[in-house]
């Protein structure tokens, strides 16, 4: 038995390490822009007008969740539960989505991320808001942009 252990534990490890070989990344370098509202206090905290950012996809064939580089201006599409939405995607358009309601304090918020893996078209959305409609401590932003797929050169 301990033996059998031993084996599965091994084999299980070195699945784990293998997932990247098994079901790759595709990377994805993306120039994205928007105007961003945030309010906190009912005073407004972000700069007037569109912002650019540029922001790295990771995206996997098989697995839901999605890696996103971390960025300062958009730190929200960094949340680990930003996961594929199955019902939404199909063998063009990959459909990522995170929504929550905070009971707390009850604000709501909804997340999403959509690329069209031929075009490279993007667009990324947030939003948080306390309910019903309370923007006074919120965020929103929607970005539009275009997504570059890196190539994998070999040496």
């Not at 019903?132 to 401590?137: A, T, V």
């Amino acid at each position: 038995m301990k033996a059998f252990h031993s084996y599965s534990t091994t084999v299980l490890c070195l699945f784990i390490v293998g997932c990247d070989h098994f079901d790759p990344v595709s990377n994805y370098n993306c120039q994205m822009k928007g105007e961003i509202f945030r309010y906190r206090n009912g005073t407004k905290q972000s700069i007037d007008g569109d912002q650019s950012i540029q922001i790295q996809l990771g995206i996997f064939e098989k697995r839901t969740n999605l890696l996103v580089s971390k960025n300062e201006l958009v730190p929200e599409l960094n949340n680990p539960d930003l996961v594929l939405n199955a019902k939404n995607t199909n063998t063009v358009e990959r459909y990522y989505q995170y929504e929550s309601l905070d009971s707390v304090n009850n604000q709501k918020s909804a997340s999403n991320i959509v690329i069209n893996t031929l075009t490279g078209d993007a667009r990324m959305f947030h939003r948080r808001w306390t309910l019903p409609s309370d923007w006074k401590n919120s965020d929103q932003y929607t970005l539009l942009g275009h997504c570059k797929k890196e190539m994998i050169t070999s040496n």
